[in-house]
């Protein structure tokens, strides 16, 4: 029951990955993943890729070194897309604070406009008070 919940939780995965736009670099590591957990699961589940007790027992040691090997490896490779990953969210929060200072920017000279703006329609409006008064004093 769980590897068949695991098989439907993966095709949704699947679909949700075929359907998002991503960097294609980033939609080939995902891709290579799911296709990784769909060989496990094909090879009775996640976790498999260990050598159980049981196992080693009928191993000779060369056989139990290579297992101990492509653990290792699989692991490495575990490792580097963490660090790929932490990569990419480093540049975006980079991306993120570049855009934060540029709109900041932005707002100040806005409000330095919108100051300016301000005076200028208070002079204004002082202004269309005389003229109205000096009208007011024709009559």
Do not use: F
């Not at 919940?5 to 080939?28: F, G």
């Not at 196992?55 to 492509?70: E, I, S, Y």
């Not at 200072?101 to 005389?130: N, Y």
Request: proline fraction near 3%; aromatic fraction near 4%.
């Amino acid at each position: 029951p769980d590897v068949t919940v695991a098989r439907r939780r993966l095709r949704d995965l699947e679909d949700d990955l075929n359907s998002t736009k991503i960097a294609p670099s980033l939609y080939a590591t995902r891709k290579r993943q799911l296709q990784e957990i769909r060989t496990s699961l094909s090879q009775g589940g996640p976790g498999r890729n260990y050598v159980s007790p049981e196992d080693a027992k009928n191993m000779t040691g060369n056989q139990l070194l290579q297992a101990q090997r492509d653990v290792m490896a699989h692991q490495d490779d575990m490792l580097q897309d963490v660090s790929k990953g932490l990569d990419n969210l480093k540049n975006y929060s980079y991306n993120i604070r570049d855009e934060a200072d540029l709109h900041i920017k932005l707002l100040d000279d806005m409000d330095g406009d919108v100051d300016q703006a301000t005076a200028g329609l208070r002079a204004e409006a002082q202004r269309a008070q005389k003229i109205r008064q000096q009208s007011n004093t024709c009559w």
